[in-house]
């Protein structure tokens, strides 16, 4: 190759690498920041192509999407001094790029430790106030929400925006589960005994209740029986009084035959009348006008 073709060459590659040392570009999801002998000159670049001066201007890029740290094993004593082990996750984003990289030097785990350590004092406080079954009890959005309001007036501090704080898991130490669990038994055991003393009661209101209604009833229907009864029996008198009125003579008879016909007849029947007894009236005239 002739001298000529590889000066072209050479100045070439050096207007390729001047071009690549002045240009940069920004991605949707990311953030950047210019800096000039190591300080900032500039961070709010959007996405596309920008322009730094070589050796003077250096680039920093963070990520522009929401990242999650998570947190487990955490141990947080409640108001009774018991220890509970709490695992939960936090999701944040870089809003300000200059002022994360002034307060986290641009370290994403550094950042990542210092809002855990916000949400770390946020879940101790709310913890400290509660006992174990107002812990457990309580709802997980409501628990986590004065931990987020917290952690979002803290975070523009650090250049970060908290987009939300969840508690994945809530569990007991084994030093103090079993007191816990014998404690709530316990509890219940005492809230089931005396839903039974009142169930008891109850019943034996129900059963009294019951028992004079059964007396007031009974009392009544006799009463009504005995009126009715009473009531019959005089109907009963007055048709056999007004039967008898009408011809005494047969109503005698036929009196007389209805006796008969309940006493006489059977075979274990057996009557001691004297022979002169008015019960035998109408068959002894009955022998008498058979006899010559």
Do not use: C
Request: glycine share 6%; charged share 30%; no cysteine.
């Amino acid at each position: 190759m002739s001298p000529r073709f590889n000066l072209i060459l050479v100045g070439l590659v050096l207007v390729v690498a001047i071009v690549r040392m002045t240009v940069f570009t920004v991605d949707e999801r990311e953030h950047a920041i210019k800096f000039r002998f190591g300080e900032i000159v500039k961070s709010d670049y959007g996405p596309g192509l920008h322009f730094k001066i070589p050796f003077v201007n250096n680039i920093a890029k963070y990520p522009d999407r929401i990242l999650t740290y998570e947190e487990s094993e955490e141990r947080f004593l409640t108001g009774e001094k018991k220890n509970l082990i709490v695992d939960y996750f936090i999701t944040w984003r870089i809003v300000d790029p200059a002022q994360y990289y002034r307060s986290a030097r641009g370290d994403e785990l550094f950042a990542e430790q210092r809002l855990s350590a916000i949400i770390r004092e946020g879940i101790k406080a709310e913890f400290s106030q509660r006992t174990v079954q107002e812990v457990v009890a309580a709802e997980r959005s409501e628990l986590m929400s004065q931990m987020l309001v917290t952690a979002s007036a803290q975070a523009p501090a650090l250049g970060l925006d908290v987009v939300d704080v969840r508690v994945m898991r809530i569990e007991l130490s084994d030093e103090v589960s079993g007191s816990v669990f014998s404690r709530m038994q316990q509890e219940r055991g005492r809230v089931a005994a005396q839903l039974r003393a009142e169930g008891e009661e109850e019943a034996e209101r129900i059963r009294a209740d019951a028992d004079r209604q059964r007396t007031v009833i009974l009392a009544e229907a006799y009463r009504d029986a005995e009126r009715l009864r009473g009531e019959g029996d005089a109907r009963a008198a007055a048709l056999y009084a007004d039967a008898y009125n009408q011809n005494p003579s047969f109503y005698s008879f036929y009196r007389s035959m209805s006796a008969y016909r309940e006493s006489i007849g059977g075979q274990q029947d057996v009557l001691v009348l004297s022979p002169d007894s008015e019960f035998f009236q109408y068959i002894g005239e009955q022998m008498g006008a058979a006899t010559p």
